[in-house]
DNA sequence: CTGAAAGCGCTTACAG
DNA sequence: CTGAAAGCGCTTACAG
């Protein structure tokens, strides 16, 4: 260990440069040390440490697609709770495909000292079995020992499913994702629910990538039959989908919202500045990502991941639940 | 060694596993570690390897703003270059703000086998003089002993300044971005050159962080003054920037492009649906990843990083430059 | 309060 | 072709 020869020590450095000097080292060595390490401009070699240490300072995030916008607010999050002392690690996959088990174990390799797994499937996380201090997020539905940090997903759903009946739409359809985690199911489901109740009809229209090109090529062929069967609305499972049935829309000449309503979920930066503006859920990304963090951090402190500061959501055993809303804009609501 | 247990070796293991058995191992004894590893479900640990090895398989993406989904497209690619065999670490940092050397230099205690620098400033490629195998992106304008893949980025300002004197403007703002890379000053200055060259006046109007709030923000404040100038067309750094302008220009009764014409530059999938859809310099941000993520792999095999089969970029020095083009749409140009 | 020693899990010359 | 040994850069009991 270079430092060693500056100062007058051996493992005296480590303690000094692990904070753990409480009664051990006198005020004298550390600053010998201290000022070595200055002076050097010496680093502790990560995979040193990590290895004596048995695990390293990197936590692993895993989701289905970075190249969501929603999904780098969730980053944003997560960054500025853990950003100090680990670094994030993202696994991720192409567009809207669900990571393998067998992806995640090869970062596994790396002895992470955490997991973040956002929006999982059963599957996923039953042949993962990591045994490391895992948070999942946007996980309702999935029953784990891992705490998580979720959506009241299914309240926005309703709350869509009733608005629409508010408008007087009386059948819509349903465009699904087709990445198969539960995070979309949920949102079907509980949409379909409360139409139901509400007499809404709710007509699957399949279900694509999460992506605005296939999204509207999907519309593209779907639509003179929905509008046939006398369709007005399409709700997407994600705004990136309803976004490329938007254009689509404005190809073909169809109306949005007078002969067409387009709604979707997320609430991404452009649903603001969509033509037009995109009636959404939305979803507190950013506030998910900071209680997943705040929750891991506590984990790989020994705790429940449990103290979290409950940041408005509600909780039930090991999950703790963040409130979503509706925003209506001109997708779905007439006049100026 | 676990897997040194149910065969019979010790080292050899390690030979199989690294796929060195070339005329030194027996393949009876590569069948028994393969079968032990298959049975034990053996992982080869990632630190201890890479302890040994002096470097680990973790390759950093250092980026400004991964929440920007330009970048997502960039690290697409470079995901589809190098994720066989290398982790991907990303250093973020908060929306548009430049990493500091600070900030790398301690992921760089991980050892990475190389790294990967988007639109870096010339002082921070000073300031953090890293060792390691580095290719840089988007670094137009850099001097720097890194191979480096870029945009003909000055190109696409110019067709940029050339389209709007066409279309009649005589006098335009530019909203530029804070980040305060190369990049941004290389768009900025490319289409101010050609605007004058043209007679078509330019000023500018200030900086935002790349976000469309600020930007709206910005807009708004300045709308009135510019307005009275005899300003129109506003010229963002950023299509997202653009996002912002358009959805203020909205709300303050601005027509677009009849009144206003506003464009941007990155051709972000959004600017196909926004309203009115963005006039946009197109960069190919997937082939920029793919492209750096080849020469990267290059360069960590010993080579120059110039192999790298030129997929349609021109080639200077260490510098490979990919093509960049105008998409004209609605925001400049009025009718169907 | 401090230093010598063992050990984290691997890889790589080096004898055999 | 194979195994014993040293060593990668650190940390952590353990004597002193």
């Not at 300072?57 to 997560?78: K, M, R, T």
């Not at 349903?174 to 139901?196: C, I, K, M, P, Q």
């Not at 090109?213 to 779907?222: D, I, K, Q, R």
């Amino acid at each position: 260990m270079v430092a060693a020869r500056a100062g007058v020590s051996a493992a005296t450095v480590s303690l000094v440069t692990n904070g753990k000097t409480a009664g051990r080292v006198s005020t004298e060595n550390i600053a010998k040390v201290e000022q070595a390490v200055a002076e050097l401009g010496y680093v502790v070699d990560g995979l040193g440490s990590s290895l004596a240490k048995g695990r390293s300072n990197i936590v692993i995030l895993v989701a289905p697609d970075v190249s969501n916008p929603f999904f780098a607010n969730v980053i944003a999050g997560v960054r500025q709770e853990i950003g100090k002392d680990f670094a994030l690690l993202l696994s991720v996959t192409d567009a809207g495909r669900t990571p393998e088990p067998a992806d995640v174990r090869r970062l596994l390799a790396l002895r992470p000292a955490g997991l973040l797994i956002d929006a999982p499937s059963a599957r996923f996380l039953a042949e993962l079995r990591a045994t490391e201090p895992t948070v999942l997020l946007d996980a309702a539905g999935i029953a784990s020992d891992s705490p998580s940090v979720n959506f009241d997903i299914a309240g926005g759903a309703r709350l869509l499913a009733a608005h629409l009946a508010e408008q007087g739409h009386r059948n819509v359809a349903y465009l699904d994702s087709t990445t198969g985690t539960e995070t979309f199911r949920v949102r079907r489901e509980a949409f379909a629910a409360e139409a139901g109740r509400l007499s809404l009809g709710v007509e699957e229209m399949g279900a694509t990538t999460i992506d605005v090109g296939t999204a509207a090529t999907e519309f593209a062929g779907a639509w003179p039959e929905l509008s046939a069967r006398g369709i007005t609305a399409v709700v997407c499972a994600t705004d990136t989908q309803a976004y490329g049935v938007l254009q689509e829309a404005r190809v073909a000449g169809v109306e949005i919202p007078g002969s067409l309503a387009v709604t979707g979920f997320d609430d991404l930066p452009y649903s603001e500045t969509s033509n037009p503006g995109l009636t959404t859920v939305h979803l507190p990304a950013r506030e998910m990502g900071r209680l997943a963090g705040r929750r891991l951090l506590d984990l790989m402190d020994g705790g429940a991941g449990l103290s979290a500061g409950n940041g408005g959501g509600g909780e039930s055993g090991g999950a703790l639940m963040l409130e979503s809303s509706l925003v209506v804009r001109g997708s779905t609501l007439a006049g100026p």
